[in-house]
């Protein structure tokens, strides 16, 4: 536990030291206003509340989480630190959940930094805060899923830039793959029951019905055996780089 | 993990025991089957050309790389079953000194003292004594990333010794540092040495008879020899041949001369500038350099020769380490 919490501040400080953490915040922040504002037209919606808001997050993750999680393991290697790492009396579950922890840590401040927009939408009308807190807890979830499959892809290479493109593809095969261009493609000869579970595995899907402002337990159990997933497999990536 | 009866070497209990150590990767087999142990009080110096193993090896006894078939124990812990347990006893100095390069020394330092369980006063205390041995002083509130190779290397070395560790491997500790800061991480190691069991990598020959108890020559993944410095450089033609350096120009009548004193074998003669150097050999390897040393003084006296240097030759260690080691060689064929 002392490792793990030592390997989580030492990377979340991490990103405080070089200037990546306040660009990273600013651009996170800009391009989640001028979607919302310009793009969703939120201001012709006539609504108070998030929704639009919400409807960008899992597009603007789609490239913001994986520029996060692309130097996880990929930088250690580049610069060899990952082997005085791995020397250090450290486990190896400690290691793969303290930088993950971290990352997450990381984009739950970005996201909590949103909170001007929930001050407008109540300065503007009287919406349900309970919908928008759901909302912000998908939010938190659905990163912590983009962040595990980019640290586990980040495990594979050295190089940060394959690292980030790889994460990107695959997190857009789990963010679209309830949506017709996945499943249309399936439909067409597969089963029902294979549809509707490459279906299943969609972001999107769960995502949606948490900010729908119900939190099922089916979503919660959904992102976080995801997550779950994804950093057993970065363990085992890492492992198996070790038996070279 | 039964505790086996072994011959302790010279110097106390094994502290790093290596068995059978193996590590393969694809077809290329790095580390071929290696065993030998270092106990406390011991300066191992690890030699070998580049890519003879060294590097895999010390990778594998501090568990970043798993090893193929074999296993080391440090302190009694096996590294492939116990890692955590073994890696608590090591501090190493991966190759190049890798650290966070955002962090400075001290925000590096307090991040290794709490991987390694130290707190409060202890870690504090663990800090500064491990950065005063390094003389990281004026550096420590610098970013790493901005500071010279010299200082970075020292970072390095102040992580390995940070918490105390009764076994020390280092992988090329003095690379990239001036002489000055050679010396003195020379210096640092001797005073470590008494307590502890050390290893080190290194390529560069003088080193290992300026620190070390033992050197051990390993080459395409094998141990080639084993021994004291001392016993190494025995092993050169060079062991107790006489070497005197004349000034003027080489002539065959001083050549005859030398090589008619009573013992000699063969004779080399090297021409250098305005000056001569004859190497002498002895017919008998064994036997001790003094008495033909006098005899070449004598005669060099009596034929009024302008004497620059006489000494007896305890022998070369480059010239053993390159007739031990011919994987470069044997490699740069392969390429050719």
Redesign the interface.
């Given at each position: 536990m002392n490792e793990l919490l030592a390997i989580f501040r030492r990377e979340l400080a991490g990103y405080f030291a070089t200037p990546l953490a306040f660009i990273f915040i600013v651009i996170f922040l800009f391009t989640m206003g001028a979607f919302t504002f310009y793009l969703g037209g939120y201001y012709e919606s006539g609504q108070a509340d998030l929704t639009i808001f919400f409807n960008f997050h899992p597009w603007l993750y789609l490239f913001l989480i994986p520029a996060i999680s692309m130097r996880l393991w990929a930088e250690e290697r580049r610069t060899g630190s990952i082997e005085l790492l791995l020397s250090l009396p450290v486990p190896l579950w400690a290691a793969v959940l303290g930088k993950f922890l971290a990352a997450w840590a990381f984009s739950g401040i970005a996201l909590a930094l949103t909170f001007p927009m929930w001050i407008t939408v109540n300065y503007l009308g009287d919406p349900d805060n309970g919908v928008i807190l759901a909302g912000y807890i998908g939010s938190f979830f659905m990163a912590g899923g983009y962040l595990a499959i980019g640290s586990c892809l980040s495990a594979v290479t050295r190089n940060q830039v394959i690292a980030f493109v790889v994460s990107v593809a695959v997190c857009f095969l789990f963010t679209v793959s309830g949506l017709p261009i996945v499943t249309d493609f399936f439909a067409s000869w597969a089963p029902q029951q294979v549809v509707s579970t490459i279906a299943s595995f969609s972001f999107l899907t769960h995502f949606n019905a948490i900010t729908r402002g119900v939190i099922d337990l089916r979503d919660v159990i959904y992102f976080v055996s995801l997550i779950a997933t994804w950093l057993v497999a970065c363990g085992i990536v890492v492992d198996m780089k070790k038996a070279g | 993990m039964t505790k086996e009866d072994r011959p302790a070497p010279a110097g106390g209990e094994p502290m790093i025991v290596i068995e059978n150590l193996t590590?393969?990767?694809g077809p290329f087999t790095a580390v071929n089957n290696i065993g030998f142990s270092v106990a406390r009080g011991e300066v191992l110096g690890f030699l070998g050309p580049n890519g003879a193993g060294k590097s895999t090896t010390m990778?594998m006894v501090?568990?970043?790389?798993?090893p193929?078939s074999g296993t080391a124990r440090v302190c009694g812990h096996d590294i492939v079953t116990s890692t955590?347990?073994a890696?608590?006893e090591?501090g190493?100095l991966?190759?190049?000194a890798?650290?966070?390069?955002?962090?400075t020394p001290r925000?590096f330092l307090q991040?290794?003292a709490?991987?390694?369980?130290l707190s409060g006063r202890a870690a504090d205390e663990a800090i500064e004594r491990a950065a005063d041995a390094t003389e990281l002083g004026g550096v420590l509130e610098q970013?790493i990333d901005t500071l010279s190779k010299g200082f970075r290397r020292r970072v390095g070395l102040a992580?390995a010794i940070l918490h105390n560790p009764p076994v020390l491997i280092m992988d090329e500790p003095t690379d990239g540092l001036d002489p000055n800061q050679k010396f003195e991480v020379r210096k640092l190691i001797g005073r470590m040495a008494k307590d502890k069991a050390i290893v080190i990598s290194t390529h560069i020959l003088e080193e290992v008879d300026a620190i070390c108890t033992r050197a051990l020559i390993i080459d395409r993944g094998r141990v080639v020899a084993d021994g004291t410095p001392g016993a190494l450089m025995a092993r050169s033609r060079y062991h107790n041949a006489v070497s005197i350096t004349l000034g003027g120009q080489s002539t065959v009548e001083i050549a005859n001369k030398l090589r008619n004193l009573p013992g000699i074998a063969t004779i080399e003669v090297m021409p250098r500038g305005d000056e001569t150097t004859f190497t002498l050999f002895p017919q008998a390897a064994s036997e001790s350099d003094t008495m033909l040393v006098d005899a070449v003084a004598r005669l060099a006296r009596e034929e009024h020769w302008h004497v620059r240097a006489l000494y007896g030759e305890p022998g070369r260690l480059d010239e053993v380490f390159r007739s031990l080691t011919r994987s470069d060689t044997a490699k740069g064929k392969d390429a050719a």
């Open positions: - | 590590k393969r990767f990778k501090t568990g970043f790389l798993a193929t955590l347990a890696q608590r090591i190493y991966p190759e190049g890798p650290a966070y390069g955002d962090m925000s991040f290794i709490r991987v390694r369980r970013p992580q």
